[in-house]
């Protein structure tokens, strides 16, 4: 057990607002898997106690401490509201996540609460992955996947879900779908190649790219960002002929610049714990 300084990190904030599905808190304590290490930490006085093998530089690269903050609120605070979720927020980082992991995640989470998904992420885990130890699984790899019964896959509760999956995890498997490609890709050029899978639509495109390519111009637009647009933006004369998410997502990258990702997990947690605030 060692102890890191990490200069505006808040643990709760970052493993809570949603971005991150294999995370679970106990009193003050998180367990969570991350590749073949189960890991638990807490937060103290600023300071993130850490139990587990790993490095520094692991939790350093994870947890994104290479971000400056304080640059990206500047860049980002355009009105109120956003002021506001920074303030109350402050020290939410995003993650680095692991590709093969948060893509199937995200296929996993459309149309879901994030209880649903945890559990479907559990059982997929608990039955194609290795126990690391009891109760904590690896999660599955594209080989195993791709060749996985679909019967076993059904067992998951994955729903419609199962086949999208499976045809997933058969393009990585096969090389065809290279994801150590996509980080040199452009957003845009990236964004297209997940959206040739299939089930993949812009806003689970996005949320791969935001929170596991490190592509921070990803403004992925769920129910919470379209009902804040609607509720807060709607004066604005760019929606007077944009009404799509898709047109959010570019209406997000115009307004926000180039961290709105940032913007995007700090507007969605404020709408998911408060609903929507008062500003004056």
């Given at each position: ?91 939410l980082r995003l993650i680095r ?91 845009k050029y990236a964004r297209e ?88």
């Open positions: 057990m060692y102890r890191l300084k990490p200069h505006l990190f808040n643990l709760n904030y970052t493993l809570d607002c949603g971005q991150v599905f294999r995370w679970e808190r106990e009193g003050n304590w998180w367990t969570g898997v991350v590749g073949d290490h189960v890991i638990r930490l807490s937060q103290e006085n600023g300071q993130l106690i850490i139990d587990s093998t790993l490095t520094p530089e692991f939790f350093s690269h994870y947890f994104r401490f290479d971000d400056d903050l304080p640059s990206i609120y500047e860049s980002i605070n355009r009105d109120l509201l956003i002021d506001r979720a920074i303030r109350k927020y402050q020290g996540q692991d590709p093969w992991e948060c893509l199937i995640s995200y296929m996993l989470a459309t149309a879901s609460s994030i209880p649903t998904i945890q559990r479907r992420i559990y059982l997929l885990s608990r039955t194609f992955g290795q126990e690391i130890e009891p109760g904590y699984f690896t999660f599955p790899d594209p080989e195993t996947l791709a060749n996985a019964n679909p019967a076993a896959l059904e067992r998951c509760k994955l729903g419609f879900r199962a086949p999208s999956i499976k045809a997933a995890a058969e393009e990585v498997a096969s090389g065809e779908l290279d994801l150590n490609v996509l980080f040199r890709l452009e957003y190649r997940f959206m040739r899978l299939r089930g993949i639509g812009e806003k689970v495109a996005d949320c791969v790219l935001l929170f596991a390519f490190g592509k921070l111009e990803a403004f992925p637009v769920d129910t919470h960002i379209k009902q804040i647009i609607q509720h807060y933006h709607i004066d604005d004369s760019y929606f007077e002929t944009c009404t799509s998410m898709s047109c959010m997502g570019d209406w997000g990258r115009e307004y926000f610049g180039q961290y709105c990702g940032y913007a995007q997990e700090y507007l969605y947690y404020q709408k998911r714990v408060e609903g929507f605030v008062s500003l004056y």
